[in-house]
């Protein structure tokens, strides 16, 4: 099978490929890569057609650094033609090092800015609740060392004590935090009243396992192990 014909996952690596240019953050992309997946291929109710469909779910990518696997698997899935991955961060493309929602097709937020994720999304799934959509969900991508902004810690707090159950968070855990928390990440969700799960970040089946457990009247935080492939 050559390059051109692969579909799925297996394109993944070579839709990555044609993106040069940036290869401090290839890790931060890599350790996304199969969470990104999951919830585009398996869990999200989202498509290129529905992006202002009010009832469909949202992804928010606050590890907007390194976004190649999230412009890899937005064009596997339709939302973008894989030639623009090509042009990726030249002048006049519109996918750049940070993904921009107002350019890129099936973007929701601009990020980058690390810690702004998850209170926008809480914001998002608390203005769902308030129109009386109560089926979309919204899912939050960030990185372990994000935790250490205050404004996560916010969020965190506040959504817990709402219970906003249409809220989810996968933590990417490949150990970049600085500080870390007493009994881990989880238990940092955990004692604000979150629904808790760890798991491995390659491990399709338990992710998808993990995003589509029950957690009535809850949020949901999962966290996904995550070791460099290669390491």
């Known amino acids: 099978m050559t390059v051109e014909t692969l579909t799925g996952y297996a394109a993944l690596q070579p839709l990555m490929a044609r993106m040069t240019g940036d290869e401090k953050h290839d890790i931060a992309a ?18 290129p057609g529905r992006m202002d469909d009010p009832d469909r779910d949202r992804f928010l990518l606050s590890k907007g ?39 890129v097709p099936g973007v929701e937020i601009g990020s980058g800015s690390l810690g702004h994720g998850l209170p926008i999304g809480l914001g998002v799934a608390l203005g769902l609740r308030a129109q009386g959509r109560n089926r979309p969900r919204v899912v939050v991508l960030a990185g372990d060392a ?58 399709h089946d338990a992710l998808e396992a993990a995003f589509t457990a029950p957690h009535a009247g809850r949020p949901l935080a999962v966290v996904a192990t995550v070791e460099p492939k290669g390491a």
């Not at 976004?67 to 002048?91: H, I, Q, S, T």
Request: hydrophobic share 45%; glycine share 12%.
């Open 30 to 47: 890599e350790s996304t890569v199969d969470i990104l997946w999951v919830l585009y291929d398996r869990v999200l109710d989202v498509a």
């Open 65 to 103: 650094h390194g976004p190649m696997a999230y412009y890899a698997v937005l064009a596997a899935k339709g939302f973008l033609d894989a030639a623009e991955l090509d042009g990726w961060a030249r002048f006049g493309s519109p996918l750049g090092h940070h993904p921009d929602r107002v350019l």
């Open 146 to 203: 994000e935790l250490d902004e205050g404004s996560n810690h916010e969020a965190i707090a506040v959504a817990g004590r709402l219970g906003v159950d249409n809220l989810t968070v996968v933590v990417v855990d490949n150990a970049s935090a600085s500080l870390g928390w007493p009994g881990g990440i989880a238990r940092r969700f955990a004692v604000e009243g979150w629904a808790t799960t760890t798991v491995d970040g390659r491990d």
